[in-house]
DNA sequence: GCGATCACG
DNA sequence: ACGTACGTGATCGCT
């Protein structure tokens, strides 16, 4: 019984897919018209084949690919679009969810693979198909191989064996590579002989059989123009053979057994389709979910019918939750919710708020019944205004996402219910979870998911429910003398200009000023005009004494701005306490980040930022401002990553890293290391975990470049773990199209299969920080859960009220302050297992700045 | 709404 | 040949 097997050229039908077929409407981060035409191929593929062994190819041959760019820049021609570039992780994650094996290997192309896996399979019990759009596929066409060719677009397939070869081309396979020898092939850098065209080269093999046969018998031909090009370019053409042969005999090293397909299961095929958002393939194939029952909905509008309901679904062992300010919906499966319509003034009809919320409070905060919600931390915020804390918080969709995609840039409840296609309110979140709970298993996120961000989710609100308080005297005070400076500098500055008609805050006025009038060279531009940043200050800063006013201009406007009177208006009169807004869901790489008022970037490295600091206060006079942070966490999760034994030698001796760094770069004995070299050796390590280039260590330190490119030599020679888990962490990100973190966190990074030398680049040193960056905020974010569970167990008072990325704060009452600094340090220190020891600081003051 | 700038890890 | 460190948020001026 014979068997089939088809092999996808996946590099050759994208190409041909994306400019065979007319854009699709451009969606949110969705592929757009060649994995559409590549999914319909397939389709009929599929259908008609049955094949029981599938593969799809992709071409892994960097140094052709970028000869390939570059000639076609010398020639003037257009680049391959990002739009294409960006379709290959979407394809290939679609690959992956339908069960369909992908290879590549290194230093090979598709072409390669397709040959190896036809010489290999091809034969009595096997019938393969190897589908392509490039012709020199041909020559692997034998009894048992056949190719099949895009043909306008990609969903018509033509089939070649032998005899239809033979019958379109006059060619038998094992000519097609000699065929390109004498014809080349511009588009893959097959020189073949100048002059040669196909009908010539068809006409040439024809008569003599092969390449060899026709260099043998030269002279048969009529010394002509054709006869000179073919003598003075013999070697071109074998060099085009070369070029033209696909190996057939790459070391692949697959089983048959991963290439077993067990056909399109609708489950996955249903996955895969909503995923691309392809509706209407999702249609053709009748997979489309059943929203014919679409979302019944009931209105509890009468108090007394929605506390029976409460009562009955405090019984429940889980129920989704939605309040969007207007109504509050509930849902116990994803084709029937509830929705209570709450009043908002005395006119509108529904349930007061109070009402409905007391109606609910028992059930809320019942641990029985599970809670589903979408951005659960602000649900507890509204609960929380009715006294309400609600328990059992199981699965947040929102969070859900993040941890599915953080590089999403929206997580609304709608954009979440066109993706899933889900419909209702509490329903949708129902219909959501469910499908992103497999997810989760599936991608193998649950310890981030379920251990890391939902128990995240309670301590961060407590965070901010706490609040921060700050000495609103002190800021006045500061606000009135920040505003005599700045006026006083200001009249400086229109002194030193000679003129007081323009606007200091203005880059656009102050370019005019310093780079026409006064006559300064400029050093920089920015898109729009002249660059007047810090770096360039700096540079300006011995040719004119206003350089020194503008920089001194522009630290005390922006300390005035943002952190007094912008902090003032943050204020809560109540308490006068500042109450930040933690985002879960904002950053690629797993960190928090936060707003109104951004409290992770209050100023601490000038001299006046203590100003500022002393102005965040414990919450009562007899309290403390605890603050433990993480010794170089980042380069101690690399050395763990990495396992570079040098690195993680110079961490277990807790050795300062900067002064090892510097000892190796410099060559000198750790003693012998002064101040100026430990701070090179500071960027450097930066550098390091960021990503280094020697142009962006130059301009850090101020050095020239082949001096920096000296310092990365020296380090990673030292280092040589680091340089291992530099290039294999990307070549891995390459294949997968994402990186993650230790605890499994995953971030998609598209732009690695860019052909934009820049936007690649930056993929490339995203892959490499990530995980480090990812590991440090995983790490710091388990510590954010288990230091509250331990005062709770303590019944401490003191309270963890802000995170700064590899520091937490603590308001602590004065008798618990050593139980405080030990939970702190204890936690943090053992948040992680690692080869080399996390190190934790600690400190205690009367304001923020003395906790320091 | 966006670019430039600058505050933080 | 190409331009360059990773991750954020707030404020200002300007279109």
Redesign the pocket.
């Known amino acids: 019984m014979g068997n089939t097997m088809i092999v996808i050229d996946g590099n050759s039908l994208i190409h041909r897919a994306f400019y065979a077929l007319p854009p699709m409407k451009k969606r949110d981060g969705a592929p757009t018209n060649a994995v559409y035409g590549f999914m319909t191929m397939l389709f009929g593929l599929v259908d008609s084949y049955q094949p029981q062994y599938m593969a799809v190819a992709f071409d892994r041959r960097e140094k052709t690919f970028?000869h390939q760019?570059?000639e076609e820049?010398?020639a003037g021609r257009r680049k391959t679009p990002d739009e294409l570039i960006a379709q290959f992780p979407i394809l290939k994650h679609t690959l992956d969810t339908l069960g369909i094996a992908r290879l590549e290997l290194a230093g090979y192309e598709a072409d390669d693979i397709l040959g190896t896996l036809s010489h290999q399979y091809a034969g009595e019990d096997m019938e393969v198909y190897l589908v392509t759009g490039d012709r020199d596929a041909f020559q692997l066409v034998t009894d048992h191989a056949r190719v099949l060719m895009t043909r306008k677009g990609v969903s018509d397939l033509e089939v070649f064996d032998e005899a239809h070869m033979q019958e379109v081309y006059s060619l038998r396979p094992g000519q097609i590579v000699d065929l390109k020898s004498l014809m080349g092939d511009s588009s893959d850098n097959i020189p073949g002989v100048p002059g040669v065209g196909e009908k010539t080269a068809v006409k040439l093999l024809s008569q003599f059989g092969t390449l060899d046969s026709l260099y043998s018998h030269l002279d048969e031909l009529p010394k002509n123009k054709l006869h000179e090009k073919l003598e003075l370019n013999r070697e071109l053409a074998y060099l085009s053979q070369k070029l033209a042969r696909i190996d057939q005999n790459i070391p692949l090293n697959t089983k048959l057994s991963e290439l077993a397909f067990a056909g399109l299961q609708d489950d996955s095929l249903r996955q895969a389709l909503e995923e691309l958002e392809f509706t209407s393939l999702l249609k053709r194939r009748s997979l489309e979910r059943e929203k014919t029952a679409a979302v019944e909905e009931e209105t509890l509008d009468d108090i007394q019918k929605l506390k029976k309901k409460a009562e009955e679904w405090e019984e429940a062992s889980m129920i989704a939750l939605h309040y969007d300010g207007e109504k509050l919906s509930l849902s116990l499966q994803r084709d029937r919710e509830f929705i209570v319509p709450i009043t908002l003034s005395l006119l509108g009809g529904g349930i007061s708020p109070e009402d409905v919320f007391s109606c609910l409070k028992p059930l809320l905060e019942s641990k029985k019944a599970a809670k589903i919600m979408h951005d659960a931390k602000a649900f507890l915020h509204d609960c929380a205004k009715f006294d309400i804390s609600p328990q059992n918080i199981a699965f947040d969709t929102m969070v859900a996402a993040y941890v599915l995609n953080?590089?999403r840039r929206n997580f609304s409840l709608e954009k979440l219910k066109e993706y899933y296609g889900a419909d209702g309110s509490a329903a949708a979140v129902m219909a959501i979870y469910e499908q992103q709970r497999k997810q989760i298993d599936e991608l193998q996120l649950g310890r981030i998911f379920y251990d890391i961000e939902m128990p995240l989710i309670g301590v961060l609100f407590d965070m901010e429910q706490e609040g921060f308080t700050v000495n609103l005297q002190t800021l006045e005070e500061l606000s009135a003398r920040y505003a005599e400076d700045i006026a006083r500098i200001t009249s400086e500055i229109y002194a030193l200009a000679g003129t007081s008609d323009?606007?200091?805050?203005?880059?656009?006025?102050?370019?005019v000023i310093l780079f026409e009038k006064l006559g300064l060279p400029v050093i920089?531009?920015?898109?729009?005009?002249?660059?007047?940043?810090?770096?360039?200050?700096e540079k300006l800063h011995d040719q004119h004494p206003i350089i020194e006013k503008?920089?001194e201009y522009?630290?005390l406007?922006?300390?005035?701005?943002?952190?007094i009177?912008?902090?003032m208006?943050?204020i809560r009169s109540a308490d006068q306490k500042v109450h930040?807004?933690f985002?879960q869901v904002?950053?690629?790489?797993g960190?928090i980040?936060?707003?109104?008022?951004?409290l992770?970037?209050?100023?601490?490295?000038?001299a006046l930022?203590a100003e500022i600091r002393n102005v965040f206060i414990p919450s009562k006079p007899e309290n403390y401002i605890v603050s433990a942070?993480?010794s170089q966490?980042?380069l101690r999760v690399l050395a763990h990553i990495s396992g570079d034994a040098h690195m993680c030698d110079a961490f277990l001796h807790d050795e300062d890293i900067h002064t090892r760094t510097a000892a190796e770069v410099f060559d000198v004995p750790p003693s012998e290391v002064t101040a100026e070299m430990r701070s090179s050796a500071k960027?450097?390590n930066?550098?390091?975990?960021?990503?280094?280039?020697?142009?962006?260590?130059a301009?850090?330190?101020g050095i020239p470049?082949y001096k920096?490119a000296e310092y990365?030599k020296k380090y990673l020679e030292e280092f040589d773990g680091v340089r291992t888990y530099m290039h294999t962490i990307v070549e891995q990100a390459k294949q997968d199209g994402y990186v993650r973190t230790l605890w499994g966190r995953i971030?998609y990074?598209d732009e690695l299969s860019s052909s934009n030398?820049?936007t690649r680049?930056?993929g490339e040193?995203?892959a490499?920080?990530?995980p480090i960056?990812g590991t440090?905020a995983d790490i710091i974010k388990y510590a954010m859960i288990e230091v509250p569970r331990r005062f709770r167990e303590k019944n401490l008072q003191s309270k963890l009220i802000l995170q700064?990325?590899?520091?937490l704060i603590v308001d602590a009452e004065p008798e618990e302050l050593e139980q405080v600094k030990k939970i702190l340090v204890d936690t943090m220190q053992n948040a992680c297992k690692m080869k080399v020891t996390l190190k934790v600081n600690v400190s205690e003051g009367k304001t923020w700045a003395e906790a320091k």
């Open positions: 970028r760019m570059f820049y010398k953080p590089t323009f606007n200091i805050a203005s880059t656009k006025h102050l370019g920089k531009k920015t898109k729009t005009g002249y660059s007047t940043d810090i770096e360039v200050l503008i920089i522009r630290q406007t922006k300390l005035k701005s943002t952190y009177d912008g902090l208006q943050t930040t807004t985002n904002a950053t690629a790489t960190r980040s936060s707003t109104e008022p951004n992770q970037n209050i100023p601490i490295r000038s930022s942070d993480y966490i980042e960027a450097v930066f550098g390091i975990v960021y990503g280094i280039s020697d142009f962006g260590l301009r850090n330190l470049r920096a990365i971030r990074i030398y820049n680049s930056f040193r995203a490499l920080n990530t960056q440090a700064v990325h590899d520091e």
